[in-house]
């Protein structure tokens, strides 16, 4: 059975063994604010997604991630359904996020309804990545 809950405290260890990302600094933040959702599956946890508001009104998904041995069988989708019933459910009315150009996801992204909507070239050379794709939906 799978469930999606708010992050708590005690999900620390567990959100660090995917999330490389996140300073540490953040997650009591993120909890603090209810911005951040754990996915179990028989109350193991196996996924996360995290948002931010981008110009302090719109959700951003800033990371989506699922545990390699559970991925392809819906559990990131469900995240993100939830996230957006969430979000609409507070009132907003349009969603972003963003992957790396040779990334994936992007794939994932525009089957939930995701439109293209610009991209972000990085190429000083403390922080060259490919190009950042951004995305967004109406909810």
């Known amino acids: 059975m799978r469930t999606i809950r708010y992050a708590e405290i005690s999900d620390k260890k567990f959100w ?20 951040g959702y754990v996915l179990l599956l ?14 302090d ?11 390699a041995a559970y991925q392809g069988n819906g559990c990131g ?7 957006e019933n969430d979000m609409k459910t507070q009132g907003y009315g349009m ?3 963003s992957t ?8 994932f992204y525009r089957k939930l309804g995701y439109k293209d909507c610009g991209g972000l070239v990085m190429d000083l050379p403390c922080c060259a990545q ?9 909810i």
Request: proline share 6%; with cysteine; aromatic share 14%.
């Open 16 to 35: 660090y063994s995917l999330d490389k990302h996140l300073p540490e600094t953040e997650f009591a933040d993120k909890v603090r604010t209810k911005r």
């Open 100 to 107: 790396q150009a040779d990334e994936t996801a992007q794939h």
């Open 77 to 83: 989708k469900q995240l993100m359904e939830h996230w």
């Open 42 to 55: 028989n109350e193991k946890p196996v996924g996360l997604l995290r948002y931010n508001l981008f110009w």
């Open 130 to 138: 490919p190009m950042e794709l951004f995305f967004v939906k109406e």
């Open 57 to 67: 009104n719109t959700p951003f998904c800033t990371m989506l991630f699922v545990d």
């Open 95 to 97: 969603l972003l996020t």
